[in-house]
């Protein structure tokens, strides 16, 4: 069984900064991927970042160029600096872990993950 937790949220004005971060735990091979999402009122979850096996790091278009992905040597840890913030990327922000491959694709920009977080909740005041 895979442990995630998330941690950081807050409130800031527009063009404020946060600091998000994600911690799992349990079997290495069930959390070879975490990766962010959010979740804004009314909408549907949505990919924010990651960074896949090899290093690189993904992010949305909506959050390219204000968001910075990083993980920790172990893999076991997975942070996310929100810089430029704005009102829309107000949401519940969760992390999830699990395996590289999922139906014979591997890749951690994906929706499906068998393991979640209870998110912390982003608010970005005009």
């Known amino acids: 069984q895979v442990q995630v937790a998330e941690s950081g949220g807050g409130s800031v004005q527009a063009g404020g900064s946060l600091n998000l971060s994600c911690t799992a735990s349990?079997?290495?091979?069930?959390?070879?991927?975490l990766t962010w999402f959010r979740q804004a009122p009314g909408k549907e979850r949505e990919l924010v970042a990651t960074?896949?096996?090899?290093?690189?790091?993904r992010y949305s278009d909506s959050v390219k160029g204000r968001f910075i992905v990083s993980e920790d040597n172990a893999k076991d840890s997975l942070f996310l600096e929100m810089n430029s913030l704005k009102p829309e990327d107000t949401g519940l922000y969760s992390c999830?872990?699990?395996?590289?491959?999922?139906?014979?694709?591997?890749?951690?920009?994906?929706?499906?993950?068998?393991?979640w977080g209870t998110g912390t909740q982003v608010t970005v005041s005009s």
């Open positions: 999830a872990a699990g395996i590289y491959c999922v139906s014979g694709v591997c890749s951690c920009w994906r929706q499906e993950y068998t393991s």
């Open positions: 960074v896949e096996r090899e290093g690189r790091a």
């Open positions: 349990g079997y290495p091979y069930l959390r070879s991927c």
